[in-house]
Nanobody, 119 residues
């Protein structure tokens, strides 16, 4: 059974940092691309960052470039999202997802973790 479990969401002030984790199980982690998406209230879910199966290729939304970093640890089957210089507009539920390749559809989603940035 494929499982993705996000953690690390919190309530923080602007300018602070957070690291989200997505622990996975039930599939061959190193064979899949992994992504972070987010969904703010009243908005559609949007891609934040994606990392390919080898870890050599990453893509970011323009709104987070230079502030967020996606990484993966194939020893622990975990994907991370390091978020620096958080802004109120980063407030959302953050979801991790797995896909066969970096440009294919998400096959499995986690349950999400809430990030709230308030002044």
């Amino acid at each position: 059974q494929v499982e993705l479990l996000e953690s690390g969401g919190d309530l923080v002030q602007p300018g602070q940092s957070l690291t989200l984790s997505c622990a996975t199980s039930g599939f061959t982690f190193e064979s899949y691309a992994m992504s972070w998406y987010r969904q703010a209230p009243g908005k559609e879910r949007e891609l934040v960052a994606v990392i390919n199966h080898s870890g050599r290729q990453t893509n970011y939304a323009d709104s987070v470039k230079g502030r967020f970093t996606i990484s993966r640890d194939d020893r622990s089957d975990t994907v991370y999202l390091q978020m620096n210089n958080l802004k109120p507009e980063d407030t959302a539920v953050y979801y991790c997802g797995r896909s066969w390749r970096i440009d294919t559809q998400i096959e499995t989603w986690g349950q999400g973790t809430q990030v709230t940035v308030f002044a």
